[in-house]
């Protein structure tokens, strides 16, 4: 019945070993006590006075769900996937939490434009989950959603993060100074186009989208379907 009051929570993207499903308020705990030290904070979050660095990044994790979901319009919207493990293996059983993708955009029904961000555990990381994690969220922004613009960005001494987006076939698109907890920081600017992507790229990151249709009302783009009854 939730899927189908809020058809967002039935998106989900499935890899060749991970599945991405979007998240909802029961995940917030769990994912909090995951988030690693090195995750950048949305910059629009306020930070306060907790002593314990973890309560901060729980309390802003806690913040950016909330006004994702509390926010959303067809113009602007942001929507986190949490990216578990498809086969148990060194990283923990089937189900195991491995990382959060975020797409979002503004104005897209003219602009056509998403910008992605993300992180990974530190038991994933080096493996290519995080390339496999940004190309899942890309095959539904260019093939689901018909976005023909990805941008992104990270600090220029994360090179794990720069290094996943090179690979996918992402450009320089600037940079600027970054507010990273009271410290000026380089932000580099990547972007992607839709021609560079459909090229080739996307051809060795095969990724099956479920539940998309009736989710399309959400973002504009169709009715979504015959409304769900509420009889009980």
């Not at 909802?24 to 306060?48: H, I, K, Q």
């Not at 578990?84 to 993708?101: D, E, H, M």
């Amino acid at each position: 019945m939730l899927d189908e009051l809020w058809p967002l929570f039935g998106l989900r993207l499935v890899t060749e070993r991970l599945e991405l499903r979007t998240m909802r308020e029961d995940d917030l705990v769990d994912v909090a006590a995951l988030v690693p030290e090195d995750a950048e904070p949305d910059p629009r979050l306020p930070r306060f006075g907790f002593a314990d660095p973890a309560v901060v990044r729980a309390a802003m994790s806690f913040q950016s769900y909330w006004s994702s979901m509390g926010d959303w319009r067809v113009e602007d919207w942001r929507v986190g996937f949490l990216a578990r493990l498809r086969v148990g293996g060194v990283l923990g059983p089937a189900g195991c939490v491995v990382g959060v993708s975020e797409l979002e955009a503004q104005g897209f029904l003219v602009r056509r434009t998403v910008h992605t961000g993300s992180w990974l555990i530190e038991a994933a990381r080096g493996q290519g989950y995080g390339k496999e994690m940004r190309a899942a969220i890309l095959t539904l922004a260019f093939g689901g959603l018909g976005a023909t613009v990805a941008e992104t960005e990270a600090l220029d001494d994360n090179h794990a993060s720069l290094g996943v987006s090179r690979a996918l076939g992402y450009e320089a698109n600037g940079e600027e100074i970054h507010d990273h907890n009271g410290t000026p920081a380089r932000m580099v600017r990547l972007r992607l186009v839709r021609e560079s992507w459909d090229a080739g790229i996307r051809a060795g990151w095969a990724t099956r989208i479920e539940g998309l249709e009736p989710a399309k009302v959400l973002f504009g783009l169709e009715s979504g379907g015959t409304a769900p009854s509420l009889e009980p």
